[in-house]
């Protein structure tokens, strides 16, 4: 969970008075919007796990491509074209002609905000409180949920259902696993990403905190070693798993109890763009102070084959 960590009641005061002092002055409204923003991007501790697991990157204006029925900003993403396999030859032969094929994929962009906060101005000069968890800490949350949210619906929706062929690779991808989790079923579920015809290895799995909790009754005879007793008394401390990244959420509302989401190399997925960062919006009117925050973001999933999920029943 998103979180900004506070200082001494004297610097929390001295910040409040410096966003008050800049408001009293119209001109310096800016100067106070950016000194909420730099402390909000320091102090942000977790960040949502759609940016872990597709890592977003900046794009100027001038990157965006046209579009006939739209004036909304995107972006075109060639795909990698696919190829014949090679074959053997006589001597004083050639090959067949093949030509060459590429498909495109489109991002496109929305604008994420949060509601318009307001608050009178002379009620601030009282607060002893960090005001920037009321600027940026909730709504900075409410943003990361929302880009999350919208990423697991358009994995759930690529990959189309509980045991059912996805359209690209004709198996399934979101497989029912019965018995359980254990060292054997989580064995099944990584081999479902390699399965399909592009062969590829799960780069990082996503799991909610209440479900990893399953890892922790596995026994010597399962994981071997000291790790079961650490894992008995210190609870899971470990950043990787089958030799996958293990990524916990507490969104339990998107990752559902015993469910596992496994994702390949970012460069496989699809992209994930930056077009306009979190930015607070702060304007004064008369005593009343009114702010939210917004961004502009894209990302496409370009390659299903990336992805899977398996549900342990």
């Known amino acids: 969970m998103p979180s900004v960590a506070f200082e001494t009641r004297e610097q929390s005061h001295e910040l409040n008075e410096l966003v008050f002092a800049a408001l009293e002055h119209p001109q310096f409204t800016k100067k106070a919007e950016d000194q909420i923003n730099s402390f909000t991007r320091q102090k942000v501790r977790e960040e949502g796990f759609w940016r872990l697991i597709m890592p977003q990157q900046e794009i100027t204006n001038a990157e965006l491509d046209r579009q006939i029925m739209t004036d909304k900003p995107c972006k075109i993403i060639d795909k990698e074209p696919g190829s014949p396999a090679a074959v053997s030859l006589p001597f004083a032969t050639l090959p067949t002609n093949t030509y060459i094929r590429g498909q495109r994929y489109l991002v496109t962009f929305c604008r ?13 000069r009282t607060w002893n409180m960090d005001i920037r968890q009321v600027l940026s800490d909730n709504s900075i949350r409410d943003m990361l949920a929302e880009e999350d949210s919208k990423f697991i619906a358009g994995v759930n929706a ?13 198996v399934v991808q979101w497989e029912t696993i019965h018995g359980g989790i254990s060292r054997d079923t989580m064995a099944e579920a990584r081999k479902i990403m390699p399965g399909t015809m592009a062969h590829l290895e799960p780069n990082s799995l996503l799991i ?12 010597r005879d399962e994981i071997g070693g000291d790790l079961s007793e650490e894992l008995f008394i210190r609870g899971w401390t470990q950043t990787q798993i089958l030799n996958t990244r293990a990524i916990v959420t507490i969104k339990t509302d ?41 961004e502009t973001i894209g990302g496409t999933i370009g390659f299903t084959a990336a992805l899977a999920r398996s549900d342990f029943a």
């Open 112 to 124: 994420i905000a949060t509601p318009r906060f307001y608050k009178d101005v002379d009620e601030l």
């Open 158 to 170: 690529a990959l189309i259902g509980a045991d059912t062929p996805t359209y690209w690779s004709g």
């Open 208 to 219: 909610n905190n209440v479900t990893v909790n399953e890892w922790l009754k596995f026994g």
């Open 254 to 294: 998107l990752v559902p109890n015993d469910s596992i989401f496994w994702f390949g190399d970012p460069k496989f997925i699809g992209k994930s763009y930056v077009l306009t960062p979190t930015t607070m919006y702060i304007h004064r009117v008369g005593p009343m102070l009114e702010f939210f925050s917004y």
